[in-house]
């Protein structure tokens, strides 16, 4: 979701901040043409992140499937509520 000039990506399940970047802020090379946004990567809706100290992974998941052991889905709903 981007408010204003801030771009954030949640875990729409337990919230842990995926992306977080202040476009104001970015410096990219070669700039842009003059009307064109240039936006960072951001992880694909509705896919499976790990997340493992400062690393990203996507893993690859068939709905159905069970889950990695260590998923925020696992964690009870009193933490994610």
Not at 39 to 63: I, K, S, T
Request: charged share 25%; net charge negative; with cysteine.
């Amino acid at each position: 979701m981007q408010v204003g000039c801030r771009l954030r990506q949640r875990c729409a399940w337990c919230g842990c901040v995926l992306a977080d970047y202040d476009l104001s802020r970015l410096a990219v090379h070669p700039p842009p043409p003059p009307g064109q946004e240039v936006r960072p990567a951001m992880w694909e809706p509705q896919g499976l992140v790990r997340v493992d100290g400062n690393a990203y992974f996507v893993v690859e998941h068939e709905d159905g499937a069970d889950l990695p052991a260590d998923a925020c889905a696992q964690l009870d709903d009193e933490v994610t509520v």
